[in-house]
């Protein structure tokens, strides 16, 4: 049974000549992460295997088997999201929103792409897709484009035995016109680029300012006295901030905290009651 694949690009080609049972790929954006899944879920399906795809929405599961399909002339089931191979090799489409569809299930190999934006990731790889692959021994590869330090950029800093983890920007894919990278340098905030284009994860890279501009605006404290005061309150597990601001509009007080709602009440009222406080809830 032979397919003709895409020729994978040569940094392609050093993740699927790995040994390594969980692989972790960080990338940037086309890398050609899709075309990466393609080959190596195809590969393993022709032997008989029994693979599944994980990716953060239904909408992008559903867009990636109708582009599997085009490529696989095989029977396939479309509300199932299913692609059957006549050796009984399979490659069926699971959405990171629903992880409990996982339950009972055993594969040979599970791709999970763009893990970084899958919702609770931890949870979902150690009890539902972790378990799937117990009976067959079976393989992991992740994929995707950092979002921050979350859940995936601790299993990219995991390393030990069977795991291998690969990093590679967008400078990487030879397909990919150099200066057009080198236009989004210049026209992106710094912190945006270096996540999306050399995945290195950013805490702040939804700042549209950058973190340079921010930190020309620190300076020290004013030694003046309170005018009035601004509370930012936290939501959930969020941060409390607390600013006073001199007569010239000059920070001279700052406490940034996490406490429960009774110490963050306490802490409030410790400041100047007779001056104006504006609360952000």
């Known amino acids: 049974m032979r397919l003709e694949l895409s020729e994978p690009h040569?940094?392609?080609?050093?993740?699927?000549?790995?040994?390594?049972?969980?692989?972790?790929?960080?990338c940037g954006r086309r890398f050609g992460k899709s075309e990466l899944s393609q080959v190596e879920m195809i590969s393993n399906a022709l032997k008989g295997y029994q693979v599944a795809y994980i990716t953060p929405t239904y909408k992008l599961a559903k867009t990636f088997f109708e582009k599997l399909t085009q490529v696989i002339p095989f029977e396939n089931n479309k509300s199932d999201l299913i692609i059957n191979f006549p050796?009984?090799?399979?490659?069926?489409?699971f959405t990171g929103e629903r992880l409990d569809n996982l339950r009972g299930r055993k594969f040979h190999l599970?791709?999970?792409?763009?893990?970084?934006?899958?919702?609770?990731?931890?949870?979902?790889?150690?009890?539902?897709?972790?378990p799937t692959l117990t009976d067959y021994k079976g393989k992991a590869l992740f994929l995707s484009t950092p979002k921050g330090k979350n859940y995936f950029y601790s299993l990219f800093m995991k390393g030990g035995e069977d795991w291998e983890s690969f990093k590679f920007t967008t400078y990487d894919n030879p397909y990919i016109d150099k200066s057009e990278i080198d236009d989004a340098r210049r026209q992106l905030p710094e912190a945006v680029f270096e996540q999306e284009y050399m995945a290195n994860p950013m805490e702040n890279a939804a700042n549209p300012f950058g973190?340079?501009?921010?930190?020309?605006?620190?300076?020290?404290?004013?030694?003046?006295?309170?005018?009035?005061?601004?509370?930012?309150?936290?939501k959930s597990f969020d941060w409390t901030v607390i600013v006073g601001l001199d007569i010239n509009g000059a920070v001279c007080y700052f406490n940034r905290f996490q406490k429960d709602w009774k110490q963050t009440k306490e802490t409030i009222l410790t400041i100047d009651r007779s001056k104006p406080v504006m609360i952000d809830s």
């Open 110 to 130: 599970v791709v999970i792409d763009e893990a970084s934006f899958i919702p609770n990731l931890e949870d979902g790889w150690l009890n539902s897709i972790r």
């Open 10 to 26: 040569i940094n392609q080609q050093v993740i699927l000549d790995s040994s390594s049972r969980f692989r972790v790929v960080m």
């Open 87 to 93: 050796n009984k090799g399979s490659v069926e489409f």
């Open 211 to 234: 973190s340079n501009k921010i930190n020309e605006c620190i300076k020290p404290l004013s030694n003046l006295q309170p005018s009035y005061y601004g509370i930012d309150l936290a």
